[in-house]
């Protein structure tokens, strides 16, 4: 069956206009009836529209994902599409969790029931962990064993509201601690507020533990890792290397 490009976009739920664009870069290329020069598209167009959006959604850039579909073939297709799905059920899990979380403080609203404060932050604290689960799990298993990884996601998940708000409040202080030491670089009792802020926010996340030498190399990821540079420095350019410096100063001679 073949579809003209009005067809295909209702059918794909996308605009004419991006089907045109996928064509003049290359990556979906129609069939050109000659005597009209009209963009028709066949089955084959079809799938492999499905695969180009698939790939999007998954985060891809369009030059990467016209690369990967010249050279992909069907066994990683299949290996890619087993994995989106795995993070489309974990999504949908997250989702599930947050709208029983709504519906039921919309229940206490009411009056209808009467929620317990730790019930309150659960769907939230379950949607972090596996977000987290999602970026960094593999890495920390890699770098620090399944022990750690166990032992941090416990923790994480066991949060009472006052620890779940105390984290968080020591991740801002750290944000705005950074920023007063850029602006002030020779302040050293402004670098160790930021050690000691990174260092118990640390220890909480781990569990309770903490490691010198483990804190060290971390630090090297705020940099290195685009996810956790992002993060630092959207706050302001510079914070994630700051942030390292400051640390590894800190450690240099214990470890």
């Known amino acids: 069956m073949n579809y003209k490009i009005s067809e295909l976009a209702k059918l794909a739920g996308i605009s004419t206009r991006t089907l045109r664009h996928y064509d003049d870069i290359g990556l979906l290329v129609p069939i050109r009836i000659k005597d009209s020069n009209y963009r028709i598209y066949d089955e084959t167009s079809v799938n492999q529209l499905q695969h180009i ?13 016209k690369k990967m579909i010249k050279n992909i073939d069907s066994t990683k297709r299949m290996h890619m599409l087993e994995d989106h799905l795995s993070s489309l059920e974990t999504k949908k899990k997250q989702i599930d969790a947050l709208i029983h979380n709504v519906s039921t403080t919309m229940k206490e609203m009411k009056g209808e029931i009467k929620m ?28 620090w064993g399944k022990d750690a990884y166990e032992s941090s996601r416990k923790a994480f998940k066991n949060f ?63 940099v290195s890792d685009e996810r956790f540079k992002k993060y630092y420095d959207q706050h302001e350019d ?18």
Not at 116 to 143: H, P, T
Not at 204 to 215: D, F, I, L, P, Q
Request: overall charge negative.
């Open 116 to 143: 317990k404060n730790q019930d309150k932050f659960e769907g939230l604290k379950n949607k972090m962990v596996s977000d987290n689960d999602a970026l960094y799990k593999d890495e920390v298993i890699e770098r």
């Open 238 to 255: 510079g914070l994630a290397e700051l942030l390292k410096n400051i640390v590894q100063e800190h450690l240099i001679n214990d470890i």
């Open 53 to 65: 959006l698939i790939l999007k959604e998954m985060g891809f850039e369009l030059e990467h994902i």
């Open 160 to 222: 009472t509201k006052e620890q779940f708000d105390y984290l968080n409040q020591l991740a801002s202080d750290l944000i705005k601690t950074l920023i007063q030491v850029k602006k002030d670089p020779k302040n050293q009792t402004l670098k160790n507020e930021v050690f000691n802020l990174h260092q118990t926010w640390l220890t909480m996340s781990w569990g309770g533990t903490y490691n010198k030498e483990a804190h060290y190399n971390l630090v090297d990821m705020y």
